[in-house]
């Protein structure tokens, strides 16, 4: 049971741009840092976006994350096919005490 | 390289008890925490139980209190998940993690690439 929202799918053709929003509360997006995570096909989540706008090593600067108030958004600028994956949101919640995720959204590239 | 190999998946009736593992290498296994997110076929990710370098500190998911414990050997570079009493909804792809948690905040860094824990008659 997610407690942050995206969107189920989002789409887009190569060299466009496609976002990707997350909605939480103040027990978790309000006052903990956002994170991103990439999951490919068939393949263990990997780390996109930490502390609510930080690359880690090696993520292209095609990658963005921004956050306001209870909500964040991941932007993916110049699509790739290569970038057909679901995307997750991810922050602390304070109530829960406890990692919460969103409901995940996929990306698919016409 | 970090590396995170997880282990001891596979069959189990309702009920029964199984008993996970994860074998890091990489880094100071010690110093960091760790944690446990599952993913049932077709769903999205579910933190699960996390645990501090120490092994004093546990957190554990609404949904598994109680009846998954976790625990680490830092002799061993091992963190363990035991599930006992499982069910039905328990079945997903397990997958161990590494965790930072400083000025940036808390966020997993690091993913294994999972164990996958059928439970069915």
């Known amino acids: 049971q997610s407690v942050l929202t995206q969107p189920p799918s989002a789409s887009g053709t190569p060299g466009q741009r496609v976002t990707i929003s997350c909605s939480g509360s103040?027990?978790?997006?309000?006052?903990?840092?956002v994170n991103w995570y990439q999951q490919l096909p068939g393949a263990a989540p990997k780390l996109l976006i930490h502390?609510?706008?930080q690359r880690p090593s090696g993520v292209p600067d095609r990658f963005s994350g921004s956050k306001s108030g209870t909500s964040a958004s991941l932007a993916i600028s110049g699509l790739q096919s290569g970038d057909e994956a679901d995307y997750y949101c991810?922050?602390?919640?304070?109530?829960?005490?406890?990692?919460?995720f969103g409901t995940g959204t996929k990306v698919t590239v016409l | 390289e970090v590396q995170l190999l997880e282990s001891g998946g596979g069959l189990v009736q309702p009920g029964g008890s199984l008993r996970l593992s994860c074998a890091a290498s990489?880094?100071?296994?010690?110093?960091?925490?760790m944690t446990w997110v599952r993913q049932a076929p077709g769903k999205g990710l579910e933190w699960v139980s996390g645990?501090?370098?120490?092994?004093?500190?546990?957190y554990y998911g609404d949904s598994v209190k109680g009846r998954l414990t976790v625990s680490r050997d830092n002799s061993k570079n091992t963190l363990y998940l035991q599930m006992n009493s499982l069910r039905d909804e328990d079945t997903a792809v397990y997958y161990c993690?590494?965790?930072?948690?400083?000025?940036?905040?808390?966020?997993?860094?690091?993913w294994g690439q999972g164990t996958l824990v059928t439970v069915s008659s």
């Open positions: 990489g880094f100071v296994f010690s110093a960091y925490a």
């Open positions: 502390s609510n706008s």
């Open positions: 103040s027990s978790n997006i309000g006052s903990n840092y």
């Open positions: 993690a590494k965790e930072r948690d400083d000025s940036g905040g808390y966020y997993i860094d690091f």
């Open positions: 645990l501090s370098g120490s092994g004093e500190r546990t």
């Open positions: 991810a922050a602390w919640d304070d109530s829960l005490n406890g990692y919460v």
